[in-house]
C-alpha cells in the first residue's frame, strides 16, 4: 500500500513562534497529520494551545523560551535531543513586525535592534543549535519564514523588511552549507494572512488616515494561516523533497 501524500506520521517537528498564527496553525495541523509537534514561544499561550492539540487526539510539548537568548535555545535543543531522541524538522517562523510606518529618522534605535534580534539573531540561534540533530535524521528538514517584504517587495516597517530580507538571504546560505549534511533548506514567503501581526499593520494604517480599523481589515480580504499551514506540513514531508529555494504564498 503506498504512503500518503505529505505524510508526516512519527515525525518530530519543533515549531518556534507556535502559539498563534502561521506556527499556531502549523502546529495544529502537523499534530493531526501524526507528528510529534514541539511548541517553541515567548508567550504562555503555547501552554494552552499544547494542551488543546492534546486534548485532540495529538502529541505536542510547549517550551516557552526566548529565541533571542542563546543559553535558552542550546538549552531547548538539549532537551529535544534527551527528551525526543532527535529532531527531523524545524520551523522558525518567531517573528515581530514593529514601527509600522515610521521614517528612518524617527525610527528607534532599540526598535530595530529588538525587531533584527526576534526576527534574525533568534532565527540564526534555533538553525545553530538545531543543525546537529538534523543531520543526524535521515532526511532533516529546515523551514524558515521569511516574507514578501524585503525579498520582492516594501514593508510598512524598515525594520521588518530588512529582517525578512536577512532571513530570506541566511536561508539560501544555509541551503547550500547544509546539503552535503542531508538537510534541505527552505524559505517561505507568506502574503497577507490573517494574524495579529497582520491585523496590528492595518490598525496602525486606519489610525493614521483616521478610517475604521475593522472595515479595512474585513477589505484586506486577508488569508487563512492554516492556508500556508499545509504547504509546512508538505515541506516537513519526504513529499517536500524536490522542492528548492524559496516559496511564495498569498
Same mark, same amino acid.
Given at each position: 500500500?503506498?504512503?500518503?501524500?505529505? &505524510?508526516?506520521?512519527?515525525?518530530?517537528?519543533?515549531?518556534?513562534?507556535?502559539?498563534?498564527?502561521?506556527?499556531?496553525?502549523?502546529?495544529?495541523?502537523?499534530? %493531526?497529520?501524526?507528528? /510529534?509537534?514541539?511548541?517553541? &514561544?515567548?508567550?504562555? $499561550? *503555547? %501552554? $494552552?494551545?499544547?494542551?488543546?492539540?492534546?486534548?485532540?487526539?495529538?502529541?505536542?510539548?510547549?517550551?516557552?523560551?526566548?529565541?533571542?537568548?542563546?543559553?535558552?535555545?542550546?538549552?531547548?535543543?538539549?532537551?529535544?535531543? %534527551?527528551?525526543?531522541?532527535?529532531?527531523?524538522?524545524?520551523?522558525?517562523?518567531?517573528?515581530?513586525?514593529?514601527?509600522?510606518?515610521?521614517?528612518?529618522?524617527?525610527?528607534?534605535? %532599540?526598535?530595530?535592534?529588538?525587531?533584527? &534580534?526576534?526576527?534574525?539573531?533568534?532565527?540564526?540561534?534555533?538553525?545553530?543549535?538545531?543543525?546537529?540533530?538534523?543531520?543526524?535524521?535521515?532526511?532533516?528538514?529546515?523551514?524558515?519564514?521569511?516574507?514578501?517584504?524585503?525579498?520582492?517587495? *516594501?514593508?510598512?516597517?524598515?525594520?521588518?523588511?530588512?529582517?525578512? *530580507?536577512?532571513?530570506?538571504?541566511?536561508?539560501?546560505?544555509?541551503?547550500?552549507?547544509?546539503?552535503?549534511?542531508?538537510?534541505?533548506?527552505?524559505?517561505?514567503?507568506?502574503?497577507?494572512?490573517?494574524?495579529?501581526?497582520? /491585523?496590528?499593520?492595518?490598525?496602525?494604517?486606519?489610525?493614521?488616515?483616521? /478610517?475604521?480599523?475593522? $472595515?479595512?481589515?474585513?477589505?484586506?480580504?486577508?488569508? &487563512?494561516?492554516? *492556508?500556508?499551514?499545509?504547504?509546512?506540513?508538505?515541506?516537513?514531508?519526504?513529499?517536500?523533497?524536490?522542492?528548492?529555494?524559496?516559496?511564495?504564498?498569498?
Amino acid at each position: 500500500m503506498s504512503q500518503p501524500i505529505a &505524510d508526516i506520521q512519527g515525525k518530530t517537528i519543533l515549531i518556534t513562534g507556535g502559539a498563534q498564527g502561521i506556527g499556531g496553525a502549523t502546529a495544529q495541523l502537523c499534530a %493531526e497529520r501524526g507528528a /510529534r509537534v514541539i511548541i517553541t &514561544d515567548i508567550k504562555t $499561550a *503555547g %501552554e $494552552a494551545h499544547a494542551a488543546a492539540i492534546r486534548a485532540n487526539g495529538g502529541e505536542a510539548v510547549f517550551h516557552q523560551i526566548d529565541v533571542r537568548v542563546a543559553d535558552q535555545v542550546e538549552a531547548l535543543f538539549a532537551n529535544v535531543a %534527551e527528551s525526543h531522541g532527535g529532531l527531523d524538522v524545524l520551523i522558525c517562523a518567531a517573528g515581530v513586525l514593529q514601527g509600522q510606518y515610521l521614517q528612518p529618522e524617527e525610527f528607534p534605535l %532599540e526598535v530595530f535592534e529588538r525587531v533584527m &534580534d526576534i526576527n534574525v539573531k533568534g532565527t540564526f540561534l534555533c538553525t545553530k543549535y538545531a543543525t546537529p540533530l538534523l543531520a543526524q535524521a535521515a532526511k532533516g528538514v529546515m523551514i524558515l519564514i521569511a516574507s514578501g517584504a524585503g525579498v520582492i517587495g *516594501g514593508s510598512s516597517s524598515i525594520a521588518y523588511g530588512t529582517s525578512k *530580507g536577512a532571513v530570506n538571504g541566511m536561508g539560501m546560505v544555509l541551503a547550500s552549507h547544509l546539503a552535503n549534511r542531508g538537510i534541505r533548506v527552505n524559505v517561505v514567503c507568506p502574503g497577507s494572512l490573517n494574524t495579529e501581526m497582520k /491585523r496590528g499593520v492595518i490598525a496602525k494604517q486606519a489610525e493614521l488616515e483616521q /478610517r475604521d480599523a475593522e $472595515a479595512m481589515i474585513e477589505a484586506a480580504g486577508l488569508g &487563512d494561516p492554516m *492556508g500556508v499551514a499545509r504547504l509546512l506540513a508538505y515541506l516537513a514531508s519526504d513529499d517536500g523533497d524536490y522542492v528548492r529555494r524559496n516559496l511564495f504564498t498569498r
